[in-house]
Nanobody, 111 residues
């Protein structure tokens, strides 16, 4: 079993940056992909970014070069660096691996 804990969210101003963390425990996630999703108030959960076990990455169409996903296998952690945040980025951000999900971390961007 894998436990995922997201952190790093908060209240920021438009144009600021945040780095979200997804810390895994229970077993290593280095051999499989880890995905970030987000869910804005009243909307469905949508794909944000994924990083494969070989470091390949894929981003949602709306990212527009503002996000960067990375992994640190030594600490079993996946990061989501978010730059030039916009109010539309306000959401709860979740990480997932295989069938496991974290509890989410809230990101609120004020304009």
């Amino acid at each position: 079993q894998v436990q995922l804990v997201e952190s790093g969210g908060g209240l920021v101003q438009a144009g600021d940056s945040l780095r979200l963390s997804c810390k895994a425990s229970g077993r290593s996630v280095s051999s499989e992909g880890v995905t970030w999703y987000r869910q804005a108030p009243g909307k469905e959960r949508v794909f944000v970014a994924v990083i494969g076990h070989r470091g390949t990455t894929l981003y949602g169409d709306y990212v527009q070069g503002r996000l960067n996903i990375s992994r640190e296998n030594a600490t079993n952690t996946v990061y989501l660096q978010m730059n030039n945040l916009k109010s539309k980025d306000t959401a709860i951000y979740y990480c997932t691996h295989n069938i496991y999900w974290g509890q989410g971390t809230q990101v609120t961007v004020s304009s």
